[in-house]
């Protein structure tokens, strides 16, 4: 990939004292690598198994170079960070920094490249895998929901209940892959925002002109700052790609709901559907006060469990599924016949 003239199995087979060889590579950050292989066989043959595997993370190490001192010792100690270690991690980085985006996208590139040569390795199980890339993307929203809330409450002032002097909580709902720690290295994060109850925001401990008109428009901005950041696709590309099409009602629904709307929502079957509360066995909780998380759990289960079980819901399952498979080629390995949407409608 960064010998214009050369094939990855060329490269292997290259004599590196040769001045044949080393008059193919130009000067920088380049040059890390040609030392690091030229003393140390084993990290070129992973280079050139990465290269072979996946363009993806091959383009990370020839962007970032460097990382591969990262990479041959997070191999040494075979250990996968564990999401308490990663948020840590990230929020000793981020401490202080007045830029966030670079250090963030660094951090991601140098995960995904540790999670994707431990998977090329085998030294990973796929459930392992995926795990480590749902936690992965679990530390970096933490990071990002904090750092827009505290921009937010900063200039507008701190959501609060109606009739109570108490700050309106609020906690992130991760659905589908992400909610189930099933994320894969391209996965969109599926997302709903629920909070605690109305209000208005207050800034110094008065409202003002400069705060938003309640509660629901303090949370719809803030959701839209999140997705900002981590969906912008800048200079070193984007984080991540967010869905909230999930959330109640969908695209015609609010950006973001209260506990009562969302217990009033799915109370009413005349407005919630089949489909919305099987989506929700894989919600969980990944932002937020832990009390009113547990709050939310109950919710959550009530508006799953409610209705009972009923037989015309194997009907609908099945309606479901069948329109999903219409919507794809045969082959498609996520709709298609026996792929990944059966397993989860199973």
């Not at 409610?306 to 069948?322: F, I, L, N, T």
């Amino acid at each position: 990939f960064f010998f214009k003239q050369k094939t990855a199995y060329e490269i292997y087979q290259c004599d590196w004292s040769s001045d044949v060889c080393s008059s193919d590579l130009s000067l920088g950050a380049k040059t890390v690598l040609w030392e690091l292989f030229s003393f140390n066989p084993p990290s070129l043959k992973l280079y050139v198994e990465i290269c072979a595997y996946s363009q993806f993370l091959s383009e990370i190490l020839i962007n970032n170079p460097g990382m591969i001192d990262d990479l041959l010792d997070s191999l040494v100690l075979d250990l996968p960070g564990k999401l308490n270690e990663l948020q840590q991690e990230l929020s000793d980085l981020c401490r202080n920094a007045e830029d966030l985006d670079p250090i963030i996208h660094s951090f991601q590139d140098k995960e995904l490249l540790r999670i994707g040569v431990q998977d090329i390795l085998g030294k990973q199980s796929i459930r392992a895998t995926l795990g480590s890339l749902s936690d992965l993307a679990q530390a970096i929203l933490v990071i990002v929901v904090k750092l827009e809330y505290d921009r937010l409450q900063k200039t507008h002032g701190v959501p609060m209940i109606s009739g109570k002097d108490t700050v309106c909580r609020f906690t992130l709902v991760a659905l589908g892959k992400l909610g189930g720690r099933e994320l894969n290295y391209h996965s969109d994060l599926d997302l709903v925002l629920l909070y605690e109850a109305e209000g208005r925001p207050t800034l110094n401990g008065k409202e003002s002109e400069d705060t938003f008109p309640d509660n629901s428009s303090f949370f719809t901005k803030l959701t839209q700052r999140i997705v900002k950041r981590l969906s912008h696709h800048g200079p070193l590309g984007k984080l991540y790609e967010v869905d909230l099409r999930l959330r109640p009602a969908g695209s015609s629904g609010s950006l973001v709901i209260s506990l009562e709307e969302f217990d009033k929502y799915y109370a009413d079957n005349n407005q919630s559907q089949f489909w919305e509360r099987l989506m929700l066995n894989r919600s969980r909780l990944i932002f937020g006060d832990l009390e009113f998380q547990r709050r939310v759990y109950l919710a959550i289960q009530h508006a799953v469990y409610q209705q009972g079980w009923q037989p015309s819901m194997v009907d609908d399952a099945k309606s479901m599924r069948e329109k999903m498979e219409a919507s794809r080629n045969r082959k498609d390995l996520k709709r298609g016949p026996g792929g990944m949407a059966d397993v989860e409608f199973i």
